[in-house]
C-alpha cells in the first residue's frame, strides 16, 4: 500500500491509499463519510478485507485526514471523487465506487453526472444533508466518533454548512444503466430507513436494496456485522463482473 494525491478541480489536494498486486484489472474505491479517514481502523481493515479479492483506493475526503481543503457536506466532494476516479481510469478497465454516508450522497452526485464507474455501492445514504443535518452535527454523535476512531477526527476542518448542494434524491433516478446498491442498518441512529427506501423507488433499474438487520450507521454496518457486509458487496461486484 502507498499513498498517493490528485489535484481536485480547485487544486485542492485528495489524498488517497493505493493497495495494488499485479495482474488486476479491477479496482473498489472507497469513500468515507464525515469524521472518518482512509486511515482509520474501519476503512484500513475494510480496504484490506477488500483487497483480497481485488485492487483498492481508499481516499481522504476533503477537509478530512491527509487531504486539504475544508469539507463540504457534499457541496464539492463528487468533484474530489472524479479526481481520484480520472487517477483509478489510467490503470483500470472495471471500476466500482462505494460511498458510506455523506460519502455515499457525494458518490451519488458524481455518478449521476458521470456515469464511468461499472457500479456503484452505497451505505447509509441521506436524501438530502438537509434532513439529517441536525444529527450529523450533534455532540452526541461526536463524543462516540473520537472514542471508536481514534485521533483522526482532530484532522477535520469545515467549510460553511450552507453552501449550495445537489441532492441525492434529485439525481439518483440518473446513475442508471450503472448497477446500484443500497446497503442501511435497520437501526441506522442517524439515517432512518426512510432515505434509503425513498432512494430505492426513485433510482432506476438496475438497482438492489439491502437492509441488515439490527445493523447501524455507515462504516458501523461493516465493523458490527463483517462476515454480512463482505459477502453481500462482493457478490455484487462478482455477479456485474460475470453476469
Known sequence: MREQTVESYDKTKIAFNHFTRDGRDAVIVLCHGFWMSKDAKPFLDLSKDFFNYYNVITMDQRGHGNSGGAFSFTSQEHEDIRAV????????TRIYLIGFSLGAASSIIYVAQEKDVHGLMVVSPPMSFEEIENRFLDKGALIPAI????????????????????????????IAPIPLLIMFGEKDPIISKKHAETLYERAKN??????????????????????????????????????
Open 85 to 92: 476516479i480520472q487517477y483509478a481510469k489510467k490503470i483500470y
Open 147 to 174: 472514542k471508536k476512531f481514534g485521533p483522526h477526527v482532530f484532522k477535520l476542518r469545515l467549510g460553511p454548512v450552507n453552501s449550495e448542494k445537489i441532492k441525492p434524491a434529485d439525481v439518483i433516478d440518473q
Open 206 to 243: 438496475p438497482k438492489q436494496i439491502i437492509m441488515i438487520k439490527n445493523g447501524l450507521h455507515a462504516e458501523d454496518l461493516y465493523r458490527l456485522n463483517r462476515n454480512d457486509f463482505m459477502r453481500y458487496s462482493t457478490s455484487w461486484v462478482d455477479e456485474i463482473q460475470h453476469g
